[in-house]
């Protein structure tokens, strides 16, 4: 699914965010992406998402070599890539339905069709009820659960998560993290960054740990 092979990303001002790093992830698979602030976790999860590209070597997902996909194909690949952030990025005017459907309008899917997956992807994070609501109404936990429904809205393969639980309670974290697991469970790959080490360690997954742009630790608990 995703496979780095001597990939270095350098910033003309900031120097190497990334150095010589390969791992390899498997379909399927749910692993932890941990590490200092500044060690590179952010930059990894963007050229997986093909936000960036890397410098030096291969970023393999699947199948493709992202750092020479043509820009035509860009689309396609970020159509199989969910991704969610930590400050949820939703759009402040526009209802949760609105937010939660801009993928899959986005990719041209029929009005039927969107009202059909976005109801089955809040009816994923427990927010079925809520699609008129504005985001400005809801908690941090809901509006999180918001970026997560849109992430997962067109069934891609694989989710990528840069710090989801970072502004959020322990109890709404491993509710979020509940969340994660059961995508797991029903194949979706994902890899997820964080800093919150005693929330990682509970739970049985694959953790990578990155020390200023370098693989310091492949451990599984």
Sequence with gaps: MIRFKHVTKRY??????????SFELKPGEMAFLTGHSGAGKSTLLRLIGLIERPTRGQ????????????TRK??????EVGMIFQDHRLLIDRTVFDNVALPLVAAGYRHKEVGRRV????????LLGREWTLPIRLSGGEQQRVGIARAIVARPP???ADEPTGNLDPE???????LF???HQVGVTLLIA???????????????????????????T
């Design 172 to 178: 709404l974290s491993r509710e979020i993290m509940g």
């Design 158 to 160: 694989l989710v990528l």
């Design 12 to 21: 003309p001002q900031h120097g190497d965010a990334l150095k010589n790093l």
């Design 181 to 183: 697991e059961r995508l």
């Design 59 to 70: 970023v393999i997902v699947n199948g493709r070599n992202l750092r020479h996909l043509p």
């Design 194 to 220: 964080s800093h919150d080490l005693a929330l990682i360690m509970g739970l049985p997954y694959r953790t990578l740990t990155l020390t200023s742009g370098s693989l310091s630790g492949d451990t599984r």
């Design 74 to 79: 860009i689309p396609l690949h970020r159509r």
């Design 119 to 126: 109801r089955a992807a809040l009816d994923q994070v427990g």
